[in-house]
Every structure is written in structure tokens, then in C-alpha cells.
């Protein structure tokens, strides 16, 4: 079973960056589709940003190309979302999460990811 970690999270200022990390056990991440999400209070659970098993194709959600970005090293099975230029509405719980699936085309669609952690908290103050 595959299990993420996310690690990271904190309070900062607005326009501070912030690198948040997720660790995967249970299976290689190089077999593995990742994806971060997040969720800011009253909202719904949103795409933040994604990177395919195979290619390696990056993923973003429009609002957060150019100030977000994910990465992988495989070697550590680890993830990382990169955060520059934080704003106060990017205020939310994070997730990590993976697609094992192997599926041809990466998919962001939330029931596309079968193993979620626990979140990490990111507060920017304005």
C-alpha cells in the first residue's frame, strides 16, 4: 500500500516561498503519477499541481503557472511543491497524493488518486 507524508507547511509573509515535501513508501515513485492538492477553508478541494510516472510532464493549475512548481527525485521517493510569492489566499491545507494507476495520460481529477496524506498547513499573513 502506498503511503505520502506531506512535510513543509508553515506561517509566512506574503511573498515569502515556501518548498513543501512529500514522502512516499510502499511502492517506487518513479511508478507513480503525484499530485498536490489543496484546500482552503469553506472551499473545495482544488489542483494545485501534478507530474506523470513516465514523462515526467509537469502539471499546474492556470492561476499558479510561474509561482508554483513540482519537482521529484525519484532516488529519495520524494516530491516536492516549490512555492515563490505567496499570497495570503494561497492560505490552505495541502495534499499529496499518488496515481498508481500507470494510466497513459496524467489525469488531476481527485478520484484519479488512490492514496492521500494527512495535509500540511500553509498560512501566508499579508
Known amino acids: 500500500q502506498v503511503q505520502v507524508v506531506e512535510s513543509g507547511g508553515g506561517l509566512v509573509q506574503a511573498g515569502d516561498s515556501l518548498r513543501l515535501s512529500c514522502e512516499v513508501s510502499?511502492?517506487?515513485?518513479?511508478?507513480?503519477?503525484m499530485g498536490w492538492f489543496r484546500r482552503a477553508t469553506g472551499r473545495e478541494r482544488e489542483f494545485v499541481a501534478g507530474i506523470h510516472w513516465s514523462a515526467d510532464k509537469t502539471y499546474y493549475a492556470d492561476s499558479l503557472k510561474g509561482r508554483f512548481t513540482i519537482s521529484r527525485d525519484n532516488a529519495k521517493n520524494t516530491v516536492y511543491l516549490q512555492m515563490n510569492n505567496l499570497k495570503p489566499d494561497d492560505t490552505a491545507v495541502y495534499y499529496c497524493?499518488?496515481?498508481?494507476?500507470?494510466?497513459?495520460?496524467?489525469?488531476?481529477?481527485?478520484?484519479?488518486?488512490?492514496?492521500w496524506g494527512q495535509g500540511t498547513q500553509v498560512t501566508v499573513s499579508s
Open positions: 510502499g511502492r517506487s515513485l518513479s511508478d507513480l503519477s
Open positions: 497524493a499518488a496515481d498508481w494507476s500507470r494510466r497513459l495520460f496524467m489525469s488531476i481529477r481527485i478520484d484519479a488518486f488512490a492514496s
